[in-house]
Nanobody, 117 residues
């Protein structure tokens, strides 16, 4: 497994942008598929976006499609989530995860994103 540390959360007005980063430990980052989930108060954790190990394939939840972009830099062991046109309903704790075959998922500690109206 890998250790994951998210950063970049904060408070932003509706319509604004934030970029989240997730830094991974170890030398095997490029073998992991990566992604983001989020959890709003009183709600279940929900999928946001994912990216495959070489960055060639991405997938998004309908709620963020066209506004969020996931990317990765394997040389820096980092995955990013660029969030534009933020809405109050995007307010949540955002969690980064790493996954690969025959291994339990690794999760970061989360970073808070608050969008004010």
């Amino acid at each position: 497994q890998v250790q994951l540390v998210e950063s970049g959360g904060g408070v932003v007005q509706a319509g604004g942008s934030l970029r989240l980063s997730c830094a991974a430990s170890g030398r095997t980052f490029s073998t992991y598929n990566m992604g983001w989930f989020r959890q709003a108060p009183g709600k279940e954790r929900e999928f946001v976006a994912r990216i495959n190990s070489n960055g060639g394939t991405t997938y998004y939840a309908d709620s963020v499609k066209g506004r969020f972009t996931i990317s990765r830099d394997n040389a820096k062991n980092t995955v990013y989530l660029q969030m534009n046109s933020l809405k109050p309903e995007d307010t949540a704790v955002y969690y980064c995860y790493a996954t690969r075959v025959l291994e339990a998922n690794s999760w970061g500690q989360g970073t808070q994103v608050t969008v004010s109206s």
